[in-house]
């Protein structure tokens, strides 16, 4: 973006949740990607395909939901396939899981493979992990279900067990989750990484991961780590989409007039906020030298999850605001 194109000094950013909360700043992120290039090994004893599944959960933004404890399907499932291992001996064909690394995931699924005489074990210990994760998750995702079923499919090759390692590897030891919280602004998460996405296509199996920081240091230490583990693993390791993090500016007038402007239309006093999601602001700014911003929004819920909605009447009273900015600012 070329800053010097524009002559206005004003940001305005509609893409904030909350109606009359006043955003002032953001973290920053990048978009962590593992690849695991697929080996396979010859299935020469006849095996049985199930099909193991996590459903149920609740998913959200992995921004302005990564606080509230809800599970991540991804990492269950790395979790299910390490303590098959100690017991069952599996191999395993596919994985998939997510569908956007900025949305927690909801669903995974994958295809293993198991002698007969490992079936009733393989059920017991699927029912020991849900019992096992309806006890984690009953209050933050008390719908999480996990199934095993059979397969009416024969496969003749699985990935190797080496392949097999690195992925449970990446999926029970890659950074996830809130890793540091604010010592400045009391709630609010610092740093965090989502595993949001796992897929198998015809050569590789790739992981991504959402990295937020509003602290730049931070998110690259974040991504050193998994640079580090991801080596060990012998896995690779790209890193796209960098975006800066908003930086909170004090006295700065864009934010007086909106919050003065607030308090003319509502009698009430604005919050004012920092939050954990990506904003563009940060973007904008890095290229629009001296300008101020701010982000507004109507009220919305379950935002990156399929029922995600906002309130009308929310939306009216913010676009009404919105005009009564703009005439504040001339």
């Not at 396979?40 to 609740?58: C, E, F, N, R, W």
């Not at 007086?256 to 602001?281: Q, R």
């Amino acid at each position: 973006l070329d800053g010097s194109l524009f002559k206005g000094k004003y940001i305005i950013n509609l893409d904030s949740e909350e109606e009359g909360k006043i955003t002032v700043s953001c973290a920053g992120g990048v978009t962590a990607i593992a690849t695991i290039t697929k080996e396979y090994k010859d299935i020469t004893s006849p095996k049985t395909a199930y099909d193991v599944s996590i459903k149920g959960l609740q998913g959200g933004h992995s921004g302005m939901e990564i606080d509230k404890q809800r599970a991540n399907s991804n990492v269950l499932m790395g979790r299910v396939l390490n303590e098959l291992c100690k017991n069952i001996d599996y191999d395993l064909v596919t994985i998939h899981g997510g569908l956007k690394n900025n949305a927690i995931p909801r669903e995974a699924e994958c295809v293993i493979l198991v002698d007969s005489k490992y079936e009733d074990s393989l059920q017991k210990e699927i029912n020991t992990m849900l019992d096992i994760f309806k006890n984690e998750y009953k209050t933050s995702d008390p719908n999480v279900n996990l199934a095993c079923n059979k397969v009416e499919k024969n496969y003749d090759k699985a990935l190797s067990d080496d392949i097999k390692n690195k992925i449970i590897g990446v999926l029970n030891l890659m950074p996830r989750g809130i890793q540091t919280m604010s010592a400045d602004i009391e709630g609010l998460v610092e740093s965090s990484t989502n595993l949001g996405v796992v897929v198998t296509s015809d050569n590789e199996v790739k992981f991504e991961l959402a990295t937020r920081s509003s602290v730049k240091s931070l998110k690259d230490d974040l991504n050193n780590r998994m640079n580090l583990l991801c080596e060990y693993l012998g896995v690779k390791l790209e890193l796209e989409d960098d975006y800066p993090e908003w930086e909170y500016v004090k006295n700065s007038k864009l934010e007086k007039i909106c919050v003065d402007t607030y308090e003319e239309l509502t009698g009430k006093n604005p919050e004012i906020i920092a939050i954990h999601a990506g904003l563009e602001c940060g973007l904008l700014l890095d290229a629009i030298k001296g300008a101020e911003a701010v982000s507004i929004g109507p009220d919305l819920f379950d935002v990156h999850t399929p029922n995600e909605h906002l309130s009308v009447g929310s939306t009216e009273r913010t676009w009404d605001y919105l005009v009564a900015v703009l005439k504040n600012v001339k």
